[in-house]
Nanobody, 122 residues
Framework: QVQLVESGGGLVQAGGSLRLSCVAS????????MGWFRQAPGKEREFVAAITRNSVRTSYADSVKGRFTISRDNVKNTAYLQMNSLQPEDTAVYYC???????????????WGQGTQVTVSS
């Protein structure tokens, strides 16, 4: 079973940047599309970004397009989410996920990390 561990969250001022990392426990990571999702208190989980297994395609939520960049390093079994120009509305717990399909729908992903908190102060 694939285990995913996120890191890189924290407290940042509006306009700042953070880079989240997601390390997978299995070499099969390289065969899986990856996604990043987030959930703010009292809100539903929402799609942030996704990337295909070979990094050829990426997809972003409109709310983060142009500010966030998803990438991966299959040699290191690691996915990244570079977040720039952060705003208070980006405050949430961020989760990485792996699954068989490149999708913006969280139900398509089988494996999830424990989440990392991102807090953006105004």
């Amino acid at each position: 079973q694939v285990q995913l561990v996120e890191s890189g969250g924290g407290l940042v001022q509006a306009g700042g940047s953070l880079r989240l990392s997601c390390v997978a426990s299995e070499r099969t990571f390289s065969n899986s599309p990856m996604g990043w999702f987030r959930q703010a208190p009292g809100k539903e989980r929402e799609f942030v970004a996704a990337i295909t297994r070979n990094s050829v395609r990426t997809s972003y939520a409109d709310s983060v397009k142009g500010r966030f960049t998803i990438s991966r390093d299959n040699v290191k079994n690691t996915a990244y989410l570079q977040m720039n120009s952060l705003q208070p509305e980006d405050t949430a717990v961020y989760y990485c996920a792996a699954g068989p399909r490149f999708s913006s729908d969280w139900v398509e992903y089988d494996y999830w990390g424990q989440g990392t908190q991102v807090t953006v102060s105004s």
